[in-house]
């Protein structure tokens, strides 16, 4: 029996039905395990991120350790150091100059490293001052490395004592090779120095009083260090910068800066940025005033100031 053109048209639309519906579905499926992966790929970008994020804190410890190590190894070969340097000193004899009472002012200390040129032309120009005092002011020679020219300039000298730097030189190529003598002549003479002094001698000063204990009938003055207050106004007087650019602002001023390091880690941080030396010693920046780290940048006349929180109250500013 034929079927009618009625009936075949209901099943096409059943056919049709089925397959809109199969495809409906089938795109429902493919979005959810579209979005499954999609939160999986999330997932696996999180797991990278913070796997990275703990090799670089694994890293940076074990940078400290190694750093740890380093400043060890340095302590202890400056001990090592400092027991040579008394041994010397008893050869040469220093108690029984104590025993004179010809007690020791000072020590001064030339450091050295590559130079042997610059080291004689220091010693030599030392000499003329110190000779006359020798006792009050002994001299050493403490050699940062293992020139052998320079030992021998420094061992040509009997009246001098000779010693070995602990850092044997690492330093130098960054930090001290760079450094020039300074070849302009200045007339010392004429230079104001009074900031310099605590102690004086002029009895006609305001609050000031002997004090039997100081050599030469020097007096002691109520009064607050001339430096302290000087340095202070410079170092508060320097433009402040503040934020991430800090230091990308400080190479487009012209007058000092005064840069603010919160810690260790973000005194390296601005540190390593302008290529000065970062180490850390006994809580503080090495050539630390107060907390505060001076230098010039790249020849220029004007002067960066690293301060720590607690700088400006300490220079009383």
Not at 19 to 26: D, G, M, P, S, T
Not at 155 to 164: C, F, V
Not at 308 to 316: H, N, Y
Request: hydrophobic share 40%; net charge neutral.
């Amino acid at each position: 029996m034929a079927r009618s053109p009625c009936d075949l048209r209901l099943l096409l639309l059943a056919a049709a039905a089925a397959f809109i519906y199969i495809q409906v579905r089938l795109f429902a499926t493919q979005s959810h395990y579209a979005d499954r992966l999609a939160e999986a790929e999330k997932s696996e970008n999180q797991c990278t991120s913070q796997l990275k994020s703990l090799i670089d804190q694994i890293s940076m410890q074990q940078e400290k350790i190694v750093a740890l190590e380093e400043m060890k190894t340095r302590e202890d070969e400056e001990r090592a150091q400092l027991k040579i340097l008394v041994q010397d000193l008893e050869k040469r004899s220093v108690q029984k100059l104590l025993n004179k009472n010809v007690v020791p002012v000072a020590a001064v200390v030339i450091m050295a490293c590559n130079r042997p040129d610059y080291l004689e032309r220091t010693v030599e120009s030392i000499l003329k001052y110190q000779t006359s005092v020798a006792s009050k002011f002994p001299l050493f020679i403490s050699q940062d490395g293992t020139n052998g020219a320079v030992k021998k300039k420094a061992l040509d000298y009997k009246q001098i004592t000779y010693m070995q730097g602990s850092s044997m030189g690492q330093f130098f190529e960054q930090y001290l090779e760079p450094i020039r003598l300074n070849d302009v002549h200045i007339d010392w003479n004429s230079e104001d120095l009074s900031y310099l002094w605590e102690v004086r001698t002029n009895l006609d000063f305001e609050g000031c009083h002997s004090h039997k204990e100081v050599p030469n009938h020097f007096f002691l003055c109520n009064t607050k260090d001339k430096f302290l207050t000087k340095f202070g106004k410079e170092v508060a007087s320097a433009t402040p910068l503040h934020g991430s650019d800090a230091v990308l602002k400080a190479h487009n001023m012209a007058a000092d800066v005064r840069i603010q390091y919160n810690d260790q880690e973000d005194f390296e941080r601005v540190a390593r940025q302008f290529g000065i030396f970062e180490e850390w010693k006994d809580g503080i920046p090495r050539t630390a005033y107060k907390g505060v780290v001076v230098f010039r940048y790249k020849s220029s006349p004007r002067r960066i100031f690293l301060v720590s929180p607690d700088s400006l109250r300490q220079l009383g500013v």
